[in-house]
């Protein structure tokens, strides 16, 4: 008898453990779920049109793309398919490039791989020799493994795969993740753990991480990772170093993904044994091009340098009386002979100059327009201060209209909660792509300027600063995943809705039941919003508490530095609040095209959104919908909170719908964001209050803390910092 118990309970604990680990798993798995089909009219329309994979095509993502559609069918349609490596029978799915193709059906795609660039794909119902297949193609291999990712994705939401009639191609070139990872393997910025390369391991041991963290990329069309932190070492260019990245190139490569490094500007002098690195130096350009070739030498498709030069004590050209064109250009031209590219960061301002920091890069960059030598994109963040839960577009979007310009969006969170608040962040990048500069008329949106058909751009690009940590869910956050999968959708076509995207995410990776999309589609789309909300409301920026970012910190003034001191932002007085950029003040607006300055130069046109982005006013200013400005910003804190309560309602009610471990994991977090969001919300009135000298108004919760209690708050180990 006892025996028995002892079985029964040792079978309980086994069922225990495999349960866990699958629900482990699924947090590790992203998107890529590949669930079973619950649905039977639709399983049955899959199951009926596809019998079996026929691969063509020899190389290693040919294989990948094969191997890739096995694992997903067979999971989604609990049915082995035949692979085989010749056309026969009918109703199969036909992999291959074009060149691979047999002649019949060379001839039935010919003019769909007219419409598709290198990087595209076509997916097609045909017919031949009276039997119907689905064909995967593309000029290239790498393009079939994209339209293969593409179909999966259908299945995975199941959608129809009848009359499929599909051309797409990326419409960016270079859609690449900037990993602000450091050499001893912390993230700056980063709250998923600690970095996925393993430096010390490598190159002979590559970690399973590398070939899946390469095939969530390729899934979404990310072509390009920058393995390093911006804020370089040197050392990432030294041999020992290079033969690991080495490695990761070989491992990322037939999964289409170039690997690129950062530049340390000073790398000559700290590695190379010069004495200057002034790129007007002759041994400087020289050394510069000698660790070019070997670096090509050993990855001969490497993608270029990253460089973040003269900003937050970086060292650049300007530390030798030169410019940014001088630097790059010289940069450009070691790496020019092997086609790579170099991304120059315009995010620079100085302690020096008195100007507004908004405007200090385009101050600086715009006059160099047409300057730079053609394999030079220059790097722009989605706004002109720091990636902030809101920011208006950053001006130089359009004003440069003889250099290509790419976007720098943030997906790690340092602005907005860290991993633990649940923010839908292509909400945010949308707001952005989708603004109007008006540089060649109404309808010049950031989009056309970012995938160069404003201009005519050489060529293209958007980075994305990475949130991808060693955490067993890769990025801290269940939900911040989702933020990975829409930056590389949004890489892949800028004029997608975030709605969509929310929607293929959500199926892709939790359930197709609709009684579970449409509420937590809704939570994901107004999270943005939310976060704004009790945080940063009206156009208020850059309040988090300093040198972290963690939580609110309105009141910190002791900074070196005026610029980061968040009383330079809010610029709170008895008068009012809000940064007068508009020409009675900084005249920031001036660097727009004169429609939207004229649009935020005034303060009755000025979209409340922006409002204290722009204005400075007063505290009894009334807003649209009657309420004094004081009123209506602790109503708009209150909001925040609410929000949160009911995100928390809503995922309250999902339980049945997803895994157990997922759940508990969301729920958890969701918690923490309504403590934390109260907590910015009574950091915040308590601090504005002392100059506003109001009541709340009627329906803000009253602090439970005094002001000095969340002033007397420290967090030393804060991550990320
Ligand atoms: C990598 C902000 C961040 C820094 C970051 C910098 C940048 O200032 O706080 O951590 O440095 O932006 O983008 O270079």
Redesign the pocket.
Known sequence: MRHTKKTLLAFVIVLFIISCSSWAQKDYKLWLQYDKITNSKIRSEYTTSITGIVGLGNSETSKIAVKELELGLNSMLEKKLEVKSKLEGQNTLVVGAQSALNPELQKVVASDITQINEEGFVIKSVTVNNAKHIVITGKNDVGVLYGVYSFLRRIQTNKSIKNLEITESPKINLRILNH?DNLDRTI??GYAGFSLWNWQKLPDFIDQRYIDYARANASIGINGTVLT???ANALILTPQYLEKVEALANVFRPYGIKVYLTARFSAPVEIGGLKTADPKDTAVANWWKDKAKKIYKIIPDFGGFLV?AN??GQPGPQNYGRNHVDGANMLADAVAPFGGVIMW?A?VYSEHDANDRAKQAYAEFQPYDGKFRDNVIVQV?NGAI??QPREPFHPLFGAMQKTPIMM?FQITQ?YLGFSTHLVYLPQLFKEVLDSDTYQKGKGSTVAKVVDGSLYNAKFTGIAG?SNIGNDLNWTGHPFAQANWYGFGRLAWNPYLDSETIADEWLKCTFSNDENFIKPVKEMMIKSRETVVNYMTPLGLHHIMDTGH?YGPGPWVANLSRPEWNPVYYHKADKNGIGFDRSKTGTNATSQYTPEIEKLFDNVATCPEKDLLWFHHVSWDYKLKNGQTLWNGLSLKYQEGVDQVKEMQNIWNKTEKYVDGERFKEVQMLLEIQYKEAKWWRDACLLYFQQYSGKELPAGVEKPTQTLEYFQSLKFPFAPGN
Do not use: A, I, L, P
């Open positions: 602000w700056e910025r932190n911006v804020n973040k900003s937050e960061r995010f963040k720091d990636f720098e340092e600063v970012h």
